[in-house]
């Protein structure tokens, strides 16, 4: 189905997320929009999928016909379905019923021709997904191809997917996008939102490109990554040389310690940490990274084995006890683990650093605040809630409230859903803290993210874990291997 | 106890679950939709009291069912406007008007206190009722508690069978989700929440116009039956039929209290009343047990065949709350 955008605007009461906005889709287009967080793409794409409406003047015209919608409900019915970055189903219910909910029809839906339909679709795109399952013990991934098919089945010609590689594994990424090919080679037309340049140049047939509600330019292959990084940020960016901190005395050592969890089981790794050094953890979602950054910062305590930190023996301390040796912990979910929703920024520097009296100096507090928003460059105010900035900004925020000094720092996806500057910056402020003599571990499942800022690289694999490896003599292929179970020897367990 | 003694016994145990399962199963819908209707209580006995005054002035029974129904169905109106439409705290909302309703029903009730007023009278079933066992305990009841029987399967069904019950599960889970998929969540709230009410309205007149018949202000004893039949729901795990046996144990277990105080004269009757509720928690968790973190332990070291088995039963017996229990929902 061809698409066209006429003129598009919406704001949120001063600030234009979308100012007059011209594009022309073909029909079996996979079109990519690229900008970064912030940008107006998915205001736009909720526009186009009926979440939210544009102010008036514009138009959307669907094989040059003018059409209005007004709710999700319109635009499916007009044939434009999305994938909204967090998967909106129903965790705790089952897969059919997740498939079936919301196609019109009788009181009672006739459950056995629904799953005659499923089961041809997900076959078609050789999705193997369980009918019967519950939709909270899938993977990001699987939903993402549970919604695919869902929309198809309700008669999307148009698909928009909002960040859709945000969280899958890399073969997961690999069908995503073999899936969405065939798809437009059937004439149904793609629009893949994007922060990762790398996604949108091996994927689209054509790209857009916004930047402050605007569209600023738009490209064909074959794309000239520098110029589409001018584009999105309206200046050149560089990754930078990798960046390699002195090394310096032994932080933290690991001594045979095994984990297990009621899924896992990690036996006998030993490690040596080093002041200015930085390792990353890889591995698909799951595979024990998570608990072994944990048992790092000692919310879990090993089943055997030794931790040292600095020489003594933390063997079974708390996470309190880490805390006040210098170990700090960044958790993945920002708003749930790592910051408190509803507290403005004074609010967690105040928590951060003030921890005697019971009286709070507020004054003190804002000057503080005020001062780290300025050098940790968070687009907000000292009274801003947390969950009112922009994911990047939380991310700064949390970084700005890592006590000083620090032994060492854990992260677990410090750059996730951020766009390519946020992670830039991101990394020079934790690399300053390299220089400071922190040690870093983290965990991330952009590969490249891994190469380039870590020393070494810790590969995770349902539980058994790889020898040091060298990140600046591996390749992204060698490490995706590993990853995916390939090349492991025969016994598991692992020394350094 | 001869066995027509104890069928006679049970027989009345259906019967005095009938209005908490009608409380039960009107909370279902209104939680499932994402509303805490929290003036159940209030809501019960003002119905209760209506109900009997319209019936008692009117002379017919069944207008007095339905005036309970509209005295639910209007409290709930409030409940719904302040949360859905105000985007107030339902918990705030819904307490204060478990106890305004709660007084304002002792004072209003005044004229009626103690007056004869009509009954319903049981209706046994032809043929049926004549059937050994099943006969008197099922098909010798009144009216209003065959109505509750069909009333647990009809809401079961609805909510796990049909397209729009789907949606209402969808509603109170995710409702954004549910926009996606074409609800009208706000609207599909306000209608829940009121048939919900209308339920638990019926809950009032099925106490004064059936089971503990006419009005007796403070001491109708019904105080607390809502806070109980509140519990039911959430230990129900926000299904009807688990939600109708927690309703079941509950008079069940007050049943026995009666009965065991005539065989332990020596235990002090206090303690035979209040029995019924620690029971009934206990009863309750042991339902709930899949949600225990040493419950997941013990599966993981069994054997694959047997954990599979069991973790698929305990998967099934899991509640969670709708995840949108309590929280306003709006597009943007």
Known sequence: ?496 | MNQENLLVGLAGVLAAAAPIIFAVLGETFSERAGVINLSMNGTILLSAMGGFAVAYNTDNIVLGFLAGMLIGALVALVVAFASITLKQSQVAVGFVLALTCRDLSYFLGNPYMGQAGPRLQSLPIPFLSDLPIVGPLLFKQDFITYVSFIAIILAWVWIYRTRPGLMLQGIGEKPAAAFIRGANVNLMRYVYTMIGGALIGLAGPAYSLAIRAGWMGTISGLDGIGWIALSITIFGGWNPSRAAFGAYLFAFLQWLGLVLQGVFTQVPSQVLQVAPFPLMILTLLLVNIGNAEWVERTLAAMPENARKIFAKALRAMRASPPAALGVPFDTD
């Open chain 1, 1 to 496: 189905m061809n698409v066209e955008l006429k003129n598009i605007h919406k704001h949120f009461g001063k600030t234009y997320a979308n100012k007059g906005i011209n594009l022309a889709i073909p029909a079996g287009t996979i079109q990519g929009i690229l900008g970064e967080n912030g940008a107006g793409k998915s205001t736009l794409m909720k526009i186009l999928s009926g979440f939210i409406q544009a102010d008036s003047g514009g138009q959307i015209i669907l094989d040059g016909k003018p059409v209005t919608i007004h709710s999700p409900a319109d635009a499916i019915h007009v044939g434009v379905g999305m994938l909204h970055q967090d998967p909106l189903d129903f965790p705790p219910m089952r897969v059919l019923d997740n498939f079936l909910l919301g196609r019109s029809g009788g009181l009672f839906p006739n459950r056995t021709a629904v799953a005659r339909d499923f089961s041809l679709l997900a076959e078609k795109f050789d999705f193997s997904l369980d009918p019967d399952s519950y939709v909270d013990s899938l993977t990001v991934g699987e939903r993402q191809q549970l919604e695919i098919i869902r929309l198809l089945w309700l008669g999307a010609r148009i698909l928009i997917l909002d960040e859709p590689t945000t969280g899958i594994s890399a073969s997961q990424k690999t069908k995503l996008f073999a899936t969405l090919k065939i798809l437009a080679e059937q004439g149904m037309t793609v629009i893949f939102v994007s922060h990762k340049l790398e996604d949108v140049e091996h994927l689209c047939s054509q790209v857009a490109i916004l930047r402050a509600g605007e569209l600023v330019g738009e490209m064909k292959p074959p794309f000239s990554t520098t110029k589409l990084v001018e584009m999105m940020f309206g200046k050149a960016v560089t990754l930078g040389e990798r960046l390699t901190a002195e090394v310096g005395d032994a932080i933290l050592s690991l001594n045979n310690i095994s984990l297990e969890d009621v899924r896992l089981k990690i036996k006998d790794v030993s490690l040596d940490l080093r002041a200015g050094e930085v390792i990353g953890l890889a591995g698909l979602e799951g595979s024990g990274q998570g608990m072994f950054i944990r048992a790092c910062s000692g919310l879990v305590r090993p089943v055997g084995g030794r931790v040292q930190l600095k020489g003594h023996d933390l063997t079974g301390k708390s996470y309190h006890t880490f805390k006040n040796a210098g170990v700090n912990f960044l958790p993945a979910a920002r708003l749930e683990e790592g910051l408190v929703p509803g507290l403005s920024l004074t609010d967690h520097f105040v928590l951060a650093e003030q921890p005697k009296g019971i009286f709070i100096d507020r004054a003190a507090g804002e000057k503080l605040a005020e001062d780290r928003i300025k050098s940790f460059n968070i687009r907000g105010t000292p009274l801003s809630t947390v969950e009112s900035l922009s994911g990047g900004n939380q991310q700064r925020a949390e970084l700005a409230l890592l006590q000083t000094p620090l032994s060492m720092i854990l992260l677990e996806h410090p750059t996730r859903g951020l766009d390519i500057e946020s992670v830039i910056y991101i990394w020079a402020k934790l690399k300053e803290r390299c220089k400071q003599g922190a040690a870093i571990i983290f965990i991330s499942s952009d590969l490249e993210e891994v190469l380039q800022y870590s020393d070494r690289v810790l590969v995770f694999f349902s539980g058994k874990v790889s020898p040091p490896i060298d990140a600046a003599t591996t390749s992204v292929e060698q490490l995706g291997q590993l990853i995916g179970g390939k090349g492991w020897p025969e016994k598991g367990g692992s020394h350094a």
